[in-house]
């Protein structure tokens, strides 16, 4: 889930999977409600915004040269551990910076890829090669930071050994149903979940998404910049809106590229799962439906994929494929498959010939992806802990035992894998939001999202996104006082998030990061 070999996780196919790019674009986040917020949360919302760090008020950050790249700078910056309490300890942020190639050099842009967990220090360390970034590297210092107990940020949040969720998802099946499996699932997130608090215990309460934009606040005047310029994908969007309603008068230019509805994010987390499931899922039949009309260059189903793909779940249901022995042993099973496509829907169209190769090698035997590869690509404990920090007491147990009941209306073959399946990332985890112990962190905004007072914020959606719909994108623009919507056209096998794969799109959000100027009302790139 972010942009080009940016970061890890979720838009292009990976070498490891596949042979491109990872699984990237995790970007995010998770999707969202078709209008305006009518939530418990937003009768509630009020309060009030922040006037945000001035410049010289905080200590600047002290850049030095990364070790592993002349062309780069890295630090680290303390922030408080608890803004309620700053006497409580800090945590250590992961930074570092590329310097503007150009004399006309504006200021600052910080960039966040999603996830949420997901590395801004690999997004900026990546940009050197992408065309895309051009000319934004010639008017800005690109900024990453690794979010809090995320990534190269210490400490860092951990939960249970890899090896531990290798065997859940070992033993996960794709076709699960029935009251048992609730059960399970609820059992495995119970035991997740104790597993971080255990090793996570002091840092779980401060791990939202409030506290990570009062961190970015602090770069932002650490970096010298009086306002913010920044550029949020997927769950960067939920990030970006939480600043700006925070300090809307810290705005210069924010463009949030696959937006989400953060009322939704917040307080309908079982709802905005399944507008996630929903749109998945037609990303995944286009697949199959492509398959069927080139079944030559897909090579899997011979023009019968969607019955080929249930086949293949069944059989590796009850007899999963296997290599190794001991510590080396990996298994491909059902759940490997399903959760492999629910991957991979957010790399569009162009990972659809690959994914089918992938697949026609998986059902003639060959496990070429296992589920250690899988836990590799999926977001892992920093996006469990801060997608359930988020939501907390919004999802009951009750709430996620009929939810997983609907789950196959929702989506016949990604809904019930996901919902039942351990936790581990975005869609899967349903049941451990379920059974979190914070029920009401310190680090939990409760503001309207209005932003009132901040300068135009750039909101951008795609009609085909799989991961975050386009009724998010419409939602919050609807919410913000000023802003403009930016829509990129198409249907089910777009990408998730358009910056990276949209010329237009990408023209577009540069024109107003640089220049201020906004798209004109109504604006509409096609997809590319």
């Known amino acids: 889930?972010?942009?080009?070999?940016?970061?890890?996780?979720?838009?292009?196919?990976?070498?490891?999977?596949?042979?491109?790019?990872?699984?990237?674009?995790?970007?995010?986040?998770?999707?969202?409600?078709?209008?305006?917020?009518?939530?418990?949360?937003?009768?509630?919302?009020?309060?009030?915004?922040e006037s945000g760090a001035d410049v010289?008020?905080?200590?600047?950050?002290?850049?030095?040269?990364?070790?592993?790249?002349?062309?780069?700078?890295?630090?680290?910056?303390?922030?408080?551990?608890?803004?309620?309490?700053?006497?409580?300890?800090?945590?250590?942020?992961?930074?570092n910076r590329l310097p503007a190639s150009g004399p006309d050099r504006i200021g600052s842009l910080f960039l966040n890829p999603g996830g949420p967990g997901g590395s801004g220090v690999d997004v900026v360390a990546g940009v050197t090669g992408i065309p895309q970034t051009k000319e934004l590297r010639r008017h800005f210092d690109l900024v990453g930071f690794d979010p809090r107990g995320t990534n190269r940020s210490t400490p860092?949040?951990?939960?249970?050994?890899?090896?531990?969720?290798?065997?859940?998802?070992?033993?996960?099946?794709?076709?699960?149903?029935?009251?048992?499996?609730?059960?399970?699932?609820?059992?495995?997130?119970?035991?997740?979940?104790a597993s971080c608090q255990q090793r996570s215990g002091d840092l779980l309460p401060?791990?939202?998404?409030?506290?990570?934009?009062?961190?970015?606040?602090?770069?932002?005047?650490?970096?010298?910049?009086?306002?913010?310029?920044?550029?949020?994908?997927?769950?960067?969007?939920?990030l970006g809106a939480v600043y700006a309603d925070m300090f809307p008068g810290r705005v210069r230019a924010v463009a949030l590229d696959g937006s989400i509805d953060p009322f939704q994010y917040g307080d309908d987390y079982l709802g905005i799962l399944g507008a996630n499931y929903r749109a998945s899922e037609r990303s995944v039949d286009a697949f199959l439906a492509w398959c069927d009309r080139h079944a030559t260059t897909c090579k899997f189903g011979h023009g019968a994929a969607g019955d080929a793909l249930d086949a293949l779940v069944a059989r590796l249901d009850d007899h999963p494929l296997t290599r190794g022995k001991g510590a080396?042993?990996?298994?491909?099973?059902?759940?490997?498959?399903?959760?492999?496509?629910?991957?991979?829907?957010?790399?569009?169209?162009?990972?659809?010939?690959?994914?089918?190769?992938?697949?026609?090698?998986?059902?003639?035997g060959l496990p070429d992806i296992s589920n250690r590869d899988l836990l590799g690509a999926a977001g892992g404990a920093t996006n469990i802990v801060i997608e359930c920090t988020d939501a907390?007491?919004?999802?009951?147990q009750g709430g996620f035992v009929r939810f997983a009941r609907r789950s196959a209306a929702m989506a016949r073959r990604l809904g019930p894998a996901l919902a039942y399946g351990p936790p581990s990332y975005d869609g899967a985890n349903a049941a451990a939001c379920s059974v979190w112990p914070l029920k009401n962190p310190p680090s939990d905004w409760r503001g309207d999202f209005r932003a009132q007072g901040s300068d135009?914020?750039?909101?951008?959606?795609?009609?085909?996104?799989?991961?975050?719909?386009?009724?998010?994108?419409?939602s919050l623009a609807a919410t913000l006082d000023h802003a403009r919507l930016l829509t990129e056209g198409g249907g089910p096998g777009a990408t998730h998030t358009s910056f990276f794969d949209n010329t237009c799109i990408q023209g577009k959000v540069t024109e107003y990061l640089v220049s201020l100027e906004l798209p004109r009302a109504g604006t509409r790139c096609p997809e590319e």
Request: glycine share 10%.
């Open 328 to 364: 080396d042993r990996v298994t491909t099973n059902g759940y490997t498959v399903l959760y492999l496509l629910y991957l991979l829907t957010g790399s569009g169209r162009q990972a659809w010939p690959q994914t089918g190769k992938l697949l026609g090698r998986i059902a003639s």
């Open 156 to 193: 860092s949040i951990e939960c249970e050994p890899v090896a531990r969720s290798v065997r859940r998802f070992d033993q996960a099946l794709g076709q699960p149903g029935g009251e048992r499996t609730t059960a399970d699932a609820l059992q495995e997130a119970r035991e997740y979940v």
């Open 456 to 474: 135009p914020v750039l909101v951008v959606g795609s009609v085909g996104d799989p991961s975050t719909p386009y009724s998010g994108a419409v």
């Open 392 to 396: 907390a007491g919004s999802v009951t």
């Open 206 to 238: 401060f791990m939202g998404t409030e506290y990570a934009a009062r961190d970015m606040d602090l770069l932002r005047a650490a970096v010298g910049d009086d306002q913010l310029t920044y550029l949020g994908l997927s769950y960067g969007t939920y």
């Open 1 to 49: 889930m972010s942009p080009l070999p940016l970061v890890t996780a979720r838009r292009r196919l990976a070498s490891g999977l596949v042979a491109a790019t990872t699984v990237a674009a995790s970007l995010t986040a998770t999707p969202v409600a078709a209008a305006p917020p009518t939530t418990a949360r937003a009768a509630e919302a009020g309060e009030a915004p």
């Open 56 to 95: 010289g008020s905080v200590p600047a950050i002290e850049w030095k040269t990364c070790p592993d790249d002349e062309i780069l700078q890295c630090a680290t910056y303390s922030v408080p551990l608890d803004y309620q309490h700053p006497d409580r300890g800090t945590v250590e942020l992961a930074v």
